[in-house]
């Protein structure tokens, strides 16, 4: 039976309210804050210390117990790193999957259950569990449970939780799976934490802070010149500063011409970007995917497309967008409607109605219009 409960505690409104929600309950809870990125190495921009100072705060207002740990090395190895790594081979990568996936739902998760031997992990993630979100009918074993589309749908957080392991949701609560936002807010004002729900919540990414991202960047990858290139003409219209700095669908700002150039393709071989001469340029535009290895968080969805050779489901690859249907196959996903800007080294993340399936890198996208390379265009 689940009694002791091990709550993430950001310092933001979110995981408060589960902690609270938790509490009223019934569960003996405990807040634990994961300290990731080694904010000093910033001169102060990332917002950990203050972050820390809210979570403390927060659950002496809830009267529950908060302890830290500390991830900083490992964060650095399993997702800052392969960040750079991915951004120098002109990939662009999501830290958020990553760090879900390396480090909440698994160094975090199995500190939770076999260090501190508590029953269960809980999160202010936007998300459902199909056990339950308080998880109080689990009884044994559940082989298989589904990672369901929260009541919030604008809030919609499984995107990101696409690539943690099955086993993760078998003890797992989201207990704002039912909530709306804005209720989340209202019930942090009559519980006395209001200061929480005021709270400017962070966007993109934590490590990056306020700053702009190609100052960021040249901090760590060197800058290495190279050309833009005019997927029609072959034409070199212009340079760069290095690939690492641009992502497909990204407009390029290039001065006298007739329409913006917008990235196609980046080859880290030549140092090369193909920019496409305007938004709706059939380059920009794939219909077909490529991806690698599927991580599942639905059985039943990988058994069938082992049984049939295909699925039909829906997709994104952000999680802002609305979802695609599409025919899934081992490692091609095929479009009903073609979409702009597929990028490699972001995730496909798939769907049925009611929850998410599961989730693979994205390897390239086929572009509507192919993209020669200069010496194809010599031919």
Not at 266 to 286: C, F, M, R
Not at 289 to 302: A, Q
Request: a positive charge.
């Amino acid at each position: 039976m689940i009694r002791n409960v091990v709550v993430g505690i950001s310092g933001g409104v979110d995981s408060a309210v589960s902690a609270h929600l938790l509490k009223e309950r019934g569960y003996n809870v405990l807040g634990v804050f994961m300290r990731n990125w080694d904010e000093h190495d910033e001169a102060g921009r990332c917002s950990g210390e203050q972050d820390l100072k809210d979570a403390t705060w927060a659950c002496q207002k809830l009267q529950i117990e908060l302890r830290q740990v500390n991830y900083v090395k490992q964060y650095w190895t399993a997702v800052f790193s392969q960040f750079l790594d991915d951004y120098q081979q002109g990939l662009t990568p999501n830290p958020d999957i990553l760090c879900n996936k390396h480090i909440k739902f698994d160094l975090f998760h199995k500190h939770a259950l076999e260090t501190l031997n508590y029953d269960a992990v809980a999160t202010g993630h936007y998300a459902r569990n199909s056990l339950g979100n308080f998880l109080e009918h689990r009884d044994g074993y559940i082989r298989d449970v589904r990672l369901l589309i929260p009541a919030d749908t604008f809030k919609d957080q499984t995107f990101f939780l696409a690539g943690i392991a099955q086993e993760s949701l078998q003890r797992t609560m989201f207990p704002l799976g039912d909530l709306l936002k804005t209720q989340v807010k209202q019930l942090a004002k009559s519980i006395g934490l209001q200061r929480l729900a005021e709270k400017r919540e962070s966007t993109g990414i934590c490590f990056v802070g306020k700053r702009d991202f190609k100052s960021f960047i040249r901090e760590y990858i060197t800058s290495k010149p190279g050309d833009f290139v005019d997927v029609d003409s072959g034409a070199v219209v212009g340079t760069h500063e290095g690939i690492h700095q641009w992502t497909v669908g990204q407009r390029c700002r290039l001065s006298s011409f007739l329409k913006p150039y917008f990235v196609a393709r980046k080859d880290a071989s030549s140092n090369t970007i193909y920019v496409a001469a305007g938004h709706e340029h059939p380059a920009l535009h794939s219909s077909r995917i490529h991806i690698g290895d599927i991580n599942w968080l639905c059985t039943k969805s990988r058994q069938q497309l082992a049984k049939n050779g295909s699925l039909r489901c829906r997709f994104r690859f952000q999680h802002t967008k609305p979802l695609v249907s599409c025919q899934l196959r081992s490692y091609q996903v095929q479009l009903d409607a073609p979409l702009r800007a597929i990028t490699p080294g972001q995730y496909a993340v798939f769907y049925d109605d009611d929850a998410c399936l599961g989730a693979a890198r994205i390897l390239h996208g086929e572009p509507l219009q192919q993209i020669e390379t200069p010496i194809a265009m010599q031919q």
